[in-house]
């Protein structure tokens, strides 16, 4: 049984994750998070620990935004689009267990002092900005980090928060 609660956006979310492991969900329902939702949230968040598992979509990245704002010590995991995709919809419903179970395995969590490692040299130095290919090798790294997919902006600014180290960093690159 995971200690953490995951929170996840909607019924099917809980069914994927329940297939992967043993733990408890608090389905957001999408933004409109309603009072109590995030009365359950904050509860799970003082007692156990939380576990941000949106999904790799744009409704997905500002659910995880405001919750992480809202509760900065949250874990944050990531699935891959690629690991989450069917032939017309994007989610975590989508994953396969083992897909999901990867993504809690690389779990991150932000950091109040981000020690900014790196800056937009680095990923145009390493082919993540700037490029043809720049957008996709994003997405490979992020996924082999546990990070996510994000924007060249985005992708830095979770590269500095998430206490990603150069070694992990160049370890990764070399893997994909």
Known sequence: MLKEVLIV?????????????????????????????????????????????????GSGER??????????????????KKDAKAPDDVGIEQAKPEAILAALAKV????????????????????LSGGPDASHKRDLLGAELGIGYGTAKKFLRRLNTYGITREEFFAALEKI
Do not use: W
């Open 63 to 80: 659910i995880r935004k405001y919750l992480t704002e809202r509760f900065p010590n949250a874990g944050q995991a990531f699935v891959p």
């Open 108 to 127: 991150h969590h932000h950091e109040f002092s981000p020690t900014p490692l790196f800056d937009a040299k680095d990923l145009r130095d390493n082919g």
């Open 9 to 57: 956006e909607g019924k099917m979310d809980t069914v994927a994750v329940k297939k992967a492991l043993e733990c408890d969900t608090i389905e957001t329902g999408g933004f409109a998070l309603r009072p109590d939702t995030l009365r359950q949230i904050q509860a799970a968040y003082e007692k156990r620990g939380i576990i941000i598992l949106t999904d790799p979509d």
